[in-house]
T-cell receptor, first 113, second 116 residues
């Protein structure tokens, strides 16, 4: 069955530190992969997506993610976190040829000043 | 920019009431979705519509219905609200039914429903 796992429910980092949020997926074919961010009380905003090609994907707000097929992972990274990055982050997989998107349970990021 | 608007950000309803959640998108997208978001459970799909008057059940359709009379509008209906339907409801849209053609979902800001 298709699934997305975000093993870290909460992560706390200091402002200026680097960040890596983990995402592992289970999907039989080549997945379409997404990272979304949700600020408190808001909807989800797309950070970046991977469909094919270069496995290192650049997104908005200085985020990047790397698709590693051998590890079934799509981890999100940022070299230097800003206080405004505090939010909840969701990884998602799109099933090719269908409308279906599968979301992870989210990772809540706290940033210490 | 695509805009998905959910008309009610916060609602408080009584058990047994009929509840309407409205969603409008302004980019002529084919697909519209209703998700429910609960802590620790992520986003779960309630219903999906790929065309006017067309709908498909998602993962948790029980207790909900939907209406799509116009392309830009997708309504979620709780026929008889119950306390276990207290949640955040997110509407989303995408250009085409097949993920590979468009990619992302565009989300509204959410409707937080409390059922007492």
């Amino acid at each position: 069955a298709q699934s997305v796992t975000q093993p870290d429910i909460h992560i706390t980092v200091s402002e200026g530190a680097s960040l890596e949020l983990r995402c592992n997926y289970s999907y039989g074919a080549t997945p379409y992969l997404f990272w979304y961010v949700q600020s408190p009380g808001q909807g989800l905003q797309l950070l970046l997506k991977y469909f094919s090609g270069d496995t290192l994907v650049q997104g908005i707000k200085g985020f990047e993610a790397e698709f590693k097929r051998s590890q079934s992972s799509f981890n999100l990274r940022k070299p230097s976190v800003h206080w405004s990055d505090a939010a909840e982050y969701f990884c998602a997989v799109g099933a090719s040829g269908t409308y279906k998107y599968i979301f992870g349970t989210g990772t809540r990021l706290k940033v210490l000043a | 920019d695509v805009k998905v608007t959910q008309s009610s950000r916060y609602l408080v309803k009584r058990t047994g009431e009929k509840v309407f959640l409205e969603c409008v998108q302004d980019m002529d997208h084919e697909n519209m979705f209703w998700y429910r978001q609960d802590p620790g459970l992520g986003l779960r799909l309630i219903y999906f519509s790929y065309d006017v008057k067309m709908k498909e059940k998602g993962d948790i359709p029980e207790g909900y219905s939907v209406s799509r009379e116009k392309k830009e509008r997708f309504s979620l209906i709780l026929e008889s609200a119950s306390t276990n339907q207290t949640s955040m409801y997110l509407c989303a849209s995408s250009l085409d039914r097949r993920v590979g053609l468009t990619g992302e979902l565009f989300f509204g800001e959410g409707s937080r429903l409390t059922v007492l």
